[in-house]
């Protein structure tokens, strides 16, 4: 089962460099998937080597509450 979760980052230009690559990264789609549902999101991505940077307020916020909600089912 595949739940759609559509959400956007807001990336200030030259905010974030890749650690890994000193490129900077840009905005775009990513999966993220828990618990065999996936949800798209748009997030910094290194163009280079493809990790992305998932935010502190994202991951204690909405991420979290989708797992709460998966876990309680």
């Known amino acids: 089962m595949s739940t759609a979760y559509h959400a956007s980052y807001d990336l200030t230009k030259g905010e974030l460099i890749c650690e890994a690559c000193g ?3 840009v905005k775009g789609p990513v999966t993220l998937i828990y618990m065999g549902n996936d949800f798209p999101i748009e ?3 290194c163009p280079q ?3 992305y940077f998932i935010p502190e ?3 204690l916020g ?5 797992e709460r909600a998966l876990e309680d089912k």
């Open 43 to 45: 997030m910094p991505v």
């Open 62 to 66: 909405k991420i979290l509450q989708v």
């Open 49 to 51: 080597c493809g990790e």
């Open 23 to 25: 490129v900077e990264m």
């Open 57 to 59: 307020e994202l991951a």
